[in-house]
């Protein structure tokens, strides 16, 4: 057997220990954490990692409670309605005169009206009811009061063509067609037709009417109003 000599000792123990630290030294490393984040820089201090759930709404942008502003969800409000006004130019809007507000044209068109029930329901329907010789009386007041408006013409050409009876009621033509009032207008061409249904057309089909003045006065007064009335509800005229 060889045998070491006491200085081979002193050589030899240092290098085995560096040996040993240097092995031990490849094959023990130090522990790292599984999660990086998760290491406390100081013990005591909370972790600086952030919560999963919130690490995925950061990435997902702070957009609050509500839908994402890159995938806005469509409104459920419904589409407006278009509303379409009436046309009213294809509306016959009423005459406006002070002669509808006299208390004596009210008191008279109600007494009319009476006098309509009894005389007129010869041949025209008054409130619904009477004979069907004639159209109803509140579409034949609204022709007349239509009529009223070409009044004019007509006489114009009743003068061309039957000079006798123009001249006949030439006072009576003058004052129609001097009164700038619509109803006034009409109520004095119905005094006229009242009295001589044919005084400004001999075709006329309504008969003689013996009437009272006052009946006259009633009778007129009852028919503008019902005109009126007509107009305001949209009763056709008659052919």
């Known amino acids: 057997m060889r045998h070491f000599r006491p200085r081979q000792w002193s050589i030899l123990l240092p290098l085995a220990l560096i040996s040993a630290l240097i092995s031990c030294g490849k094959t023990q490393s130090p522990a790292v954490p599984a999660n990086p984040s998760m290491e406390s820089k100081n013990p005591g201090e909370p972790t600086s990692a952030k919560d999963p759930l919130q690490i995925e709404r950061s990435s997902l942008g702070d957009a609050g409670p509500g ?19 009436p046309d009213s130019s294809d509306t016959e809007e009423a005459p406006v005169s002070l002669l509808l507000s006299e208390p004596e044209f009210e008191r ?4 009319g009206h009476l006098v309509a029930k009894r005389r007129c329901i010869l041949c025209h329907k008054v409130d619904g009811r009477g004979a069907i010789l ?10 007349r009061l239509e009529r009223m408006k070409i009044i004019s013409e007509h006489l114009d050409q009743l003068q061309a063509d039957d000079p006798d009876r123009y001249q006949a009621r030439v006072d009576l033509f003058n004052s129609i067609e001097a ?8 109520s004095i061409w119905l005094h006229g037709y009242l009295k001589q249904p044919t005084f400004d057309n001999p075709q006329a089909k309504m008969p003689l009417q013996v009437l009272k003045p006052e009946e006259i006065d009633q009778l007129a007064s009852y028919v503008i109003q019902l005109a009126v009335e007509g107009v ?8």
């Open 232 to 239: 305001k509800q949209g009763v056709p005229t008659p052919e």
């Open 134 to 143: 004639q159209p109803p009386l509140i579409q034949v007041s609204v022709r």
């Open 108 to 111: 008279r068109a109600k007494l």
């Open 67 to 85: 839908p994402s502003s890159s995938n806005p969800i469509p409104s459920q409000e419904p589409d407006p309605v278009e509303v379409v006004e």
């Open 179 to 186: 009164e700038p009032d619509l109803l006034r207008k009409m």
